[in-house]
């Protein structure tokens, strides 16, 4: 297990480099932990990550990772149809889900028949069950879940999941899942993870492309003028964080 607060920054020198990092570290991890726990808990976010992860279609991964070992979550989702254009569960479907053999019953999506409040209870009790029956750790320490490895983007505005710089949410310190109906960046209605659950996680890699980012990652990792803390310089796991940026996302170091 990495030690508390131990942060890994890498930057590449190109976004295929990023990918075909990520997909190592990714296959490691579900290495370490299928033969630790015998399951491999990973959360998985929208936007350009699902595109990060393409490496892992593709030999070696395909082949060597055990797939039926793993258990799919959400660090959040907007409140649509699964078939909608928005849905992070689409993407991820789209993406990676419908080219590897996960099995259907361990890919943990919302309901989307649900208002977003009764959205966020439904995921938030399902993951209670899943902590009673060992498919997800418990944090000694915290006892919010313990995810095995959470994968997280950014916006360019510093929000990771749906917690928005000077939202409310940000604060929410005891619930595991929660709802937002006014999200700054649409669709409006959404659930996600808070940060107690994001930083019991064992593993987190936070993965930022692009010029847009490169005042966030300033915010979070170098010497910012700016002294308003964005969520994502809120990111602190139990074990370790691993940043992977691309030289545009770093360009403010």
């Known amino acids: ?128 069950h899943l902590v009673k029956s060992n498919v997800i750790d418990i944090s000694a320490a915290s006892g919010f879940p313990k995810f095995d490895l959470q994968l997280l983007g950014m916006g360019p505005d510093g929000h990771v999941a749906s917690l928005f710089p000077g939202h409310p949410l940000v604060k929410e310190n005891e619930k595991w899942v929660t709802f937002i109906k006014d999200s700054p960046k649409p669709p409006p209605e959404r659930i996600t993870f808070t940060f107690p659950v994001i930083n019991s996680s064992a593993y987190i890699a936070l993965v930022v492309t692009g010029a847009a980012e490169a005042g966030a990652v300033q915010n979070a990792l170098g010497n910012s003028q700016n002294s308003e803390k964005l969520p994502v310089a809120m990111v602190s796991p139990e074990g370790e964080l691993a940043w992977f940026l691309d030289t545009a996302a770093a360009s403010k170091l």
């Open 1 to 128: 297990m990495a030690t508390k607060g131990e942060v890994k920054k890498e930057v590449f020198e190109s976004e295929e480099d990023l990918a075909v990092s990520l997909a190592k570290y990714t296959a490691q991890l579900s290495d370490k932990f299928c033969k630790e726990r015998g399951a491999f808990s990973v959360v998985l976010s929208g936007g350009s990550l699902i595109n990060s992860l393409r490496k892992l279609v593709e030999p070696p991964y395909i082949d060597s990772i055990e797939w039926s070992k793993w258990h799919v979550f959400w660090l959040d989702e907007r409140v649509v149809p699964k078939d909608h254009v928005d849905s992070n569960y689409k993407l991820a479907y789209d993406g990676l889900l419908s080219k590897v053999p996960i099995l259907p019953d361990n890919v943990y999506a919302i309901n989307d028949a649900l208002s977003a409040e009764a959205a966020a209870e439904d995921y938030e009790t399902r993951l209670r």
